[in-house]
Nanobody, 126 residues
Framework: QVQMVESGGGSVQAGASLRLSCTVSGHTFGTYAMGWFRQALGKEREFVAAIGWDGTVTKYADSVKGRFTISRDNAKSTLYLQMNSPKPDDTAVYYC???????????????????WGQGTQVTVSS
């Protein structure tokens, strides 16, 4: 059973930086793809970024491209999301997700992921 715990959320002003972490246990972390999703109040969960098992391949939503960076440290079983220049529109609960089924592609559909963290709130004020 995979267990995932996010941390690093909080309240920041627009333009400040924030780094989210997701620590994973219960599975061989370095063998599967990971992703970040977010869900704003009253909206559907949406894709933010994804990364392949070895960190060499990444994918981003257009809304965060150039501002956010996804990375992973397989030795620490930890996934990261560096959020630079956040905007009020980035306010949401952020979730990390794991896809343990093997695939060549990185997926943006949340239904393609098998395990989820509990989420961490990020609030960006103007």
């Amino acid at each position: 059973q995979v267990q995932m715990v996010e941390s690093g959320g909080g309240s920041v002003q627009a333009g400040a930086s924030l780094r989210l972490s997701c620590t994973v246990s219960g599975h061989t972390f370095g063998t599967y793809a990971m992703g970040w999703f977010r869900q704003a109040l009253g909206k559907e969960r949406e894709f933010v970024a994804a990364i392949g098992w070895d960190g060499t391949v990444t994918k981003y939503a257009d809304s965060v491209k150039g501002r956010f960076t996804i990375s992973r440290d397989n030795a620490k079983s930890t996934l990261y999301l560096q959020m630079n220049s956040p905007k009020p529109d980035d306010t949401a609960v952020y979730y990390c997700a794991a896809r343990t089924r093997r695939a060549v592609l990185l997926f943006v559909d949340p239904n393609e992921y098998d395990y989820w963290g509990q989420g961490t709130q990020v609030t960006v004020s103007s």
